[in-house]
């Protein structure tokens, strides 16, 4: 019966990083056409997310969790539109290098992760419940 607890966790915790991840491509498909408010000045940039691998010290399982939310380091793309506000003296505005295509395809694995934990986590209830049913 604890396995099954464990596994519970376990996916509890991968759902956790996984809704993470999600939260953060959102960030980047909401802003991937934001550009800065001040001429020539830098627009948002890609965040992106890590994770590791930790134990648990009262379960003994090693769960995963979120590592760090860092920043792309990957330049922005310039566009010459000498008529935006935003533009530098040359007439270029710099836009985040924000592939929605790539951005929409990790929402996809991360969304197909987060159910894959979800249907762990039913397994192992239904599985609780039969051992239940057995012992009485």
Do not use: H, W
């Not at 999600?22 to 940039?45: C, F, H, L």
């Not at 792309?72 to 592939?99: C, H, M």
């Amino acid at each position: 019966m604890a396995d099954l607890i464990d596994s519970i966790a376990i996916s509890s915790a991968g759902m956790k990083v996984q809704a993470a991840r999600m939260k953060i491509v959102a960030q980047n498909v909401a802003n991937a056409d934001s550009i800065s408010s001040t001429p020539g000045g830098m627009p948002y940039q890609r965040q992106n997310i890590s994770f590791k691998n930790m134990l648990d010290k009262e379960t003994g399982v090693s769960m995963v969790q979120v590592n760090k939310i860092g920043v792309d380091k990957t330049p922005p793309v310039s566009r010459y539109e000498p008529n935006s506000p935003s533009a530098d003296q040359n007439g270029y505005v710099l836009y985040p290098s924000i592939n929605k295509d790539v951005e929409m395809v990790d929402m996809q694995e991360a969304r197909r992760s987060y159910e894959a934990n979800v249907d762990i986590i039913d397994a192992s209830k239904a599985m609780i419940g039969e051992s239940i049913g057995l012992i009485k």
